[in-house]
């Protein structure tokens, strides 16, 4: 199976046109333009309205382009009303407590899918869990639909729930995140977020540890709110070089023992066995797609010189 990559997601409010202008330039795997928190309650409608074609503007450098929808139910139909459209990716469902609300958002993206020519599954569902509820449904959430690639916990608003202040280290959120980066490997999406705050822009050093802490606990990649932070999660969430580089000796080195009869062999005074040549597959499948993913960035930028 094809391995999907997205190590950075630059969340932007759509109502903001220098932000989603200059969107494609910043380096991200993908751009979410936002109608949620970042838009005001009396932008709503003038953001929506904006939604068709800063897609297009977004996506000129190759990113993936997603829209963060509002939950309330007054405003959710009307958000997806204005976001499926050709060049869409996925939208990010906030705030999920349910596999129904799940459900009742796939009804509403394929019938706009048949009526406006856009592939059939082509939008995938991001998932936000940011309620204690929301994380006991999590297992019932990750299955609810085939759309799913993704979860991640809202520290933010699952703070607020728990009523507690969001730390530098993220310690209040080590199990919600743990327990969400389980449930998507079980169910095969990818588990996302940080251990620590997406808010503090300026803090990199700090934010580059939220999203070293992620990555040791099993995500895949994370948000951002801020062009500083795009490099940062495209450094975390790539293994170094030297990493690759052992894996590719360490896959070579296993499958030349296989031949000779052993699935056991020494490399630089370590052993290689089966779960290190697997580990080491894994690597060299996320380095070729994380590849795959600066070239389609880098064609992109290229054809609009």
């Given amino acids: 199976m094809k391995r999907m990559v997205r190590r950075s997601t630059l969340i932007l409010p759509v109502n903001i046109p220098k932000f989603v202008e200059k969107a494609y330039l910043r380096g991200a795997d993908a751009i979410l333009l936002d109608l949620e928190d970042a838009v005001p309650p009396a932008e709503k409608e003038n953001a929506r309205k904006l939604i068709k074609d800063s897609i297009s503007l977004a996506a000129r450098g190759g990113a993936e382009v997603g829209v963060r929808i509002n939950k309330d139910p007054s405003w959710l139909p009307l958000d997806v009303e204005a976001s499926v459209y050709p060049g869409l990716d996925g939208i990010t469902l ?7 609300e799940v459900r009742n958002l796939e009804a509403l993206v394929e019938k706009l899918e048949r009526q406006r020519g856009v592939k ?24 609810a639909s085939p759309r799913i690639e993704s979860m991640t916990v809202g ?6 729930e728990l009523g507690v202040e969001p730390s530098p280290d993220g310690l209040e959120i080590f199990y919600p995140v743990s327990w969400v980066v389980t ?8 588990p996302m977020g940080l251990l620590g705050s997406i808010a503090v822009f300026r803090d990199l050093q700090g934010f580059e540890q939220a999203a070293a802490r992620a990555r040791q606990v099993g995500c895949e990649g994370a948000s951002c709110i801020h062009p500083d932070q795009v490099p940062v999660l495209n450094q975390v969430f790539s293994p170094p070089p030297e990493k690759v580089e052992y894996a590719r000796r360490a896959v070579e080195a296993f499958e030349e023992g296989v031949r000779r009869g052993t699935a056991s062999v020494n490399m630089d005074g370590k052993m290689v066995d089966i779960p290190v040549y697997n580990r080491s597959k894994l690597i060299l499948q996320g380095a ?12 992109a930028l290229k054809r609009l010189k």
Avoid at 288 to 299: C, M, N, S, T
């Fill in 94 to 100: 906030p705030k999920t407590e349910s596999a129904e």
């Fill in 120 to 143: 059939p599954g082509h939008i995938k569902f991001s998932i936000l869990i940011e309620s204690p509820r929301g994380l006991l449904k999590a297992q019932e959430i990750a299955i």
């Fill in 155 to 160: 520290m933010e608003d699952y703070c607020l």
């Fill in 183 to 190: 449930v998507c490997k079980a169910a095969g999406i990818r």
């Fill in 288 to 299: 070729e797609a994380i590849a795959a993913v600066e070239q389609r960035k880098a064609e």
